[in-house]
Each structure stands twice: as C-alpha cells, then as structure tokens.
C-alpha cells in the first residue's frame, strides 16, 4: 500500500537545513554543535518513525515535481531504502559527536561540519529516490559535497587525493548518466519501484550493455577491482570523513545503487535468463580476496582499513549476484554489519591519532593497557570481520554461504573461508601487538581518548554485538532485509 506522506523528503531536507544554519551561524562553536547534534537527532526520529509501516508493507511516497511528463523528482521508502536510511541517519549522529571532539583543533570547523551535513542530506536522498534520475542527481550531488572534505588538511597529499577522487567517480557519474538516459529509452521508466522494469523483449546485446554501463558506474564508489584507486588515496582525509567514506556515505552509494540496479532495474528473473550476473559474481570474489591480501602488507593503519573496506563491499555485490534469497539477506544485511564494525574500527583510528600520534601499525605495541576500551572496541570489530560467532559478520557470512549453496554454487563458501582468514590474518596480529607485545618493563597507565571520542566507538562496537546476537529479533535489521527480499523475489 503506498501511502503520500512528506517524511520522505523532510528527512534529507532536514539536514540541508542544518548545512545551511551551520554556514551562517557555525563560527561560534555552540551553534555549530547545537544545530549538527539538532538536525542528527531529528533525521534518525523522522527515519525511525516510517519503520513500522515499513515493516508491514507500508511505502511512503512524495512526488516533487516533473520536469517532463514521467520524468522528476521523486521520493519512497521502501524497505530497502529503509534499510540504508536507517544505517546512515544512526551513524551520522554518532560521527557528529566523535567529529565535534575529533575536530576541535582544527581550522574551517564550519567548512567542515556544513558540508558533512550536505553529505548526509544527499545520503537519505539516495535511500529514498524513487526513480533512477533521482538516485542520480543526489549520487552527484554526493560527489561534489565530500570533495571538501576530502582535502580538508588542504596538504599536497589531500589536493592529489581530492583530484583523484573527483576524477574516479565523475567519470563513474558518466556511465551512471548514459546508462541512466539508455533505461529510459529501452524502458519508457525510470521508476524504481518495481521489481524490474526491463525485459528480454528490449534485446540481449541492449541489456548487456545497459548492465555494463551501470555497474561500472555504481561499481567505482563500490571500490569494485580495478575502480577502486580512489578510496585508499581518500585516506588523507580527517579521521570522521574516512569513517563517513567507509561506513555511511560514499561506498555504500555505490553499493546501494547496485542493489538497486540488480533488484528493481533488471529484476531477478531477467537476470537470470541473461545469466549477466556471473561474471559479477566472480569480479567480487577476486576483489574479496585480492584486496585482503594487500591489506596484509599495509603499515599505516588507515591504508590497511581502506582496503578492507574494498574486500568488505564487494561481499554485498557478490550477495546480490548470486541472484537467491538468502544471498540477498547476506548483501542487504552487511550494509548495517559492514557499516557499525568498520566505523568502529575507523573511530579508534582516529583516537589512538589523537591520543598518541601514532598512525602505524608496528608502534601499537602495548596501547592496548593504555587505551583499553578503544582496542577493546576494535577488537569486537576485528572478531566481526574475522565473522566468529555472537559478532555481527557472522551473519553476513552465514546467510552469504547459504546462498551460495542455494545457488548451487559451493566455490564461493570457499571464498568466504578465504575472507575470513585473510582477515584474522590482517587484523588479530593488531590485537596481539597491542595486548601481548608490549617491551619488557614498560609501565602503562590507562589514559583513554576523550570521551567524545570513546563514547560513540564503544556504541558501535555494542552495536556489532547486538547485531550478532540478536538478528531474528523483530525490528532488527534482519527484519527490514526479510522484507526487501519478499518483494525483489515474490516470495
């Protein structure tokens, strides 16, 4: 049942808003911080309050405007769009609170703060566009609004980074355009509120390359090999844009939109006449396990975050191309278990920074007695990832390998065995240093980050655990991904 109702556009228009107070009233540090933490807190309550309709089937529409007859802007929450919005506006407030205390001594704090709120406004925009011209103005309009904060250090490293960045995922905004304007010829639509509205009858060779050019659009902001040069270059950036970049924002635009491309512009079945999504498949596997082998020989701490990050999405990607139920559990539910354990692990980035300078990975011997609650915090994450049981990537992984099986296809269980060792590989060795190689003789005293710091990364770690150990509770987000995939597959 679809029901209008102006939540759908007052959730990003509220952090628009908020954008625009703080560029006019941000210089004094009160009002910078009252209207980011106001906004933050009035977004998750407008997002929430959709969920229980959502739940029972409910899709909350509005319609802006038309600039040509079947053609505008449009908003609609549905549960997958839901799901997204859900994931951004919770870590949003959470990153506002680490990023006013991270940010302190820095300069163009309004800078800052007025385009991360930009960048969550176009966020909630892509979550509830209803039509595949929607999703692209608010993915471009993305692009533009985080470049600032990418070279916010304005460093020659953060510059180059800035320009690389740009270039990628301008030129994926390209394909995302031409491939945008080929669907609306083939179609007649753009609507995403199908599942799937192209068919066999538009021509094999048309859908090909329709699917192509899609997925290499999305795919670059996915961080798919070889597109994802940019994310790692990305990490000159400050401590809470790399969290935005990794865990709420920019790579899952990417992610999300190739959601939305498999689901509602193809459609299951059409997709598995083209059989179009098995080369998909393995482009994901090879980027899961290539990108953790890379992470094994990154020092600084943050490089070895981003690619994991790259190995991580492309488990939604690889969930999504499998093209069953249980595998689309997997891509849909790993947005929420990707994005809380890799903010995590980003937040503690940022404190140890912060707290001690310390940016490599070999000079983390013994922090683990002097910050014992940010690497007790990294550690649920890092067990997450690894995908133990009672942690929050364990149920990516499980419902992932069931797909896979689903699908008749049992390499990639081995590929998630693969993964899981990669990681234990790349990141407990980080636990051990920390806990178990500090230099004979050396006396700690606890001295944690502050705890603008400390309370939101210990948050999201309890947030992987509850994640973990709680999916088959009602409301959970195992929930909303149940009900998104009852709808792409009809069942």
């Keep these: 049942m679809e029901v209008v109702d102006i939540r759908p556009i007052l959730a990003p228009m509220l952090s628009l808003v908020c954008a625009g107070l703080i560029f006019l009233t941000g210089r004094q540090a009160f009002w910078r911080r009252m209207w980011s ?173 329709l699917f192509v050019t899609l997925i290499a659009g999305f795919g670059v902001k996915a961080a798919i090999m070889p597109l994802h040069g940019w994310l790692p270059t990305a990490m000159a950036a400050p401590t809470p844009v790399s969290a935005l970049l990794h865990a709420v924002a920019v790579v899952k635009a990417g992610a999300f939109g190739i959601l939305r491309v498999i689901y509602n512009v193809f459609g299951v079945e059409l997709l598995r006449q083209l059989n179009l999504t098995v080369w998909l498949a393995w482009l994901a596997a090879f980027t899961i396990l290539t990108a953790s082998f890379i992470a094994l020989f990154q020092d600084n701490f943050k490089r070895r975050l981003a690619y994991s990050t790259v190995s991580q999405l492309s488990y939604i990607i690889l969930g999504a191309a499998l093209l069953t139920p249980m595998a689309a559990m997997a891509a849909i539910v790993h947005i929420a278990n990707q994005a809380f354990a890799k903010i995590t692990m980003f937040f503690v980035a940022g404190a140890i920074q912060r707290k001690t300078g310390k940016t490599s990975i070999r000079e983390f011997a013994g922090i683990g007695y002097q910050m014992p609650y940010t690497m007790g915090a990294f550690t649920v994450a890092a067990l997450s990832f690894v995908g133990v049981p009672l942690f929050a990537g364990f149920i990516t992984k499980w419902y992932l390998s069931l797909g896979a099986l689903e699908a008749g296809a049992w390499w990639f269980v081995v590929v998630m065995i693969a993964s899981a060792l990669l990681n234990a590989a790349y990141f407990l060795p980080i636990v051990y240093l920390a806990y178990f190689k500090a230099p004979p003789g050396t006396r700690f005293h606890v001295d944690e980050a502050p705890l603008t710091l400390l309370i939101p990364t210990v948050i999201c770690a309890l947030y992987v655990i509850v994640l973990g150990t709680t999916a088959e509770v009602p409301w959970m987000p195992l929930s909303l991904a149940r009900t998104a995939v009852q709808f792409f597959f009809g069942t």
């Design 37 to 209: 933490l106001l906004a933050a807190a009035l977004k998750l309550g407008v997002v929430m309050s959709m969920l229980p309709g959502t739940l029972n089937g409910t899709i909350y529409v509005f319609k802006l405007t038309d600039f040509t007859p079947g053609i505008g802007l449009g908003f609609r929450v549905d549960a997958l769009g839901m799901f997204f919005a859900i994931v951004s506006s919770t870590l949003w407030l959470l990153t506002t609170i680490y990023a006013i205390g991270y940010m302190e001594p820095e300069e163009s704090k309004v800078r800052f703060f007025g385009f991360f709120a930009l960048c969550v406004s176009t966020t909630v925009g892509i979550a509830f566009a209803e039509n595949l011209l929607t999703l692209f103005l608010f993915y471009e309009s993305l692009t533009i609004v985080t470049y600032p904060l990418v070279i916010h250090e304005e460093t020659p490293a953060a510059f180059k980074a800035g320009k690389k960045y740009l270039v990628y995922t301008l030129i994926g905004g390209a394909f995302i355009l031409l491939g945008t304007v080929l669907t609306y010829h083939t179609a007649g639509t753009l609507t995403l509120s199908k599942p799937g509205i192209l068919t066999l009858a538009n021509g094999t060779q048309t859908l090909t390359l």
